[in-house]
């Protein structure tokens, strides 16, 4: 199994719609994060958590909300999507003694907004 | 504003010859530095980092140079392999922080 796994793979939802991206870890990192990569644009934060009782927002969280249920799992939500939140979207860990070796990403989420 | 940029969105490479992807930040706080590699349907993945205390760091055919006051770094690889091929990003972040702003990317492709 992947130590970080992303679902669903892919998904194509209508403007308006409400969708759920999740996330897991087997990594028992403490801090996730999720990234949308954009043409052009690179990899970019949408939002953080650093523990289950931690979010913090990144560069560009206008339109979405996550959920950190669990150490291992952490949620992003478009709660009204649009069809500029077309993108690859990436989970990431990392160990908080581990900033030196970056993240461990997941296979990421290709999100379609129609 | 883009902290970290790749002005280079891509490269053609003759394998057995080097490789070099630059990346340069605007940001004086920052002093780690990560480059990761990407293939396609998959997640990036680690490659090799650099501390601002050094201006060097080697791992086999990678090398990672820092020219801090040129906030400057590059990637050589040496020989460049067509497994090589893929996209790759340089990654920067300042100690405490345990975020990294990523370039924009540059795709890498090695001819046979």
């Known amino acids: 199994d992947a130590d970080v796994t992303q679902t669903p793979r892919n998904r194509i939802t209508k403007t308006g719609k409400r969708i759920m991206l999740e996330c897991s870890q087997t990594?028992?990192?403490?801090?996730m994060y999720w990234y949308r990569q954009d043409p052009g644009l690179g990899l970019r934060l949408i939002y953080y958590?650093?523990?289950?009782?931690?979010?913090n927002k990144g560069e560009i969280s206008d339109g979405y909300s996550v959920s950190r249920q669990a150490q291992a799992k952490f949620s992003l939500s478009l709660e009204s999507a649009i069809p500029n939140q077309t993108a690859l979207y990436f989970c990431?860990?990392?160990?908080?003694?581990?900033?030196?070796?970056?993240?461990?990403f997941g296979s990421g989420t290709r999100l379609t907004v129609v | 504003d883009q902290q970290v940029k790749q002005n280079s969105p891509s490269l053609s490479v003759q394998e057995g010859r080097i490789s070099i992807l630059n990346c340069d930040y605007t940001?004086?706080?920052?002093?780690?530095f990560l480059w990761y590699k990407k293939y396609p349907a998959e997640g990036p993945t680690f490659l090799i980092s650099?501390?601002?205390?050094?201006d060097k760091n080697e791992d086999g055919r990678f090398t990672v140079f820092l020219n801090k006051s040129a906030k400057h770094l590059s990637l050589h690889i040496v020989p460049s392999q067509p497994g090589d091929s893929a996209v790759y990003f340089c990654a920067a972040s300042t100690s405490g922080t345990y975020k990294y702003i990523f370039g924009t990317g540059t795709r890498l492709k090695v001819l046979a």
């Open positions: 990431a860990t990392s160990d908080r003694d581990s900033i030196f070796s970056g993240y461990t």
């Open positions: 958590s650093f523990d289950v009782k931690d979010i």
């Open positions: 940001n004086s706080m920052f002093d780690y």
């Open positions: 650099i501390s601002s205390i050094k």
């Open positions: 990594k028992g990192h403490d801090r």
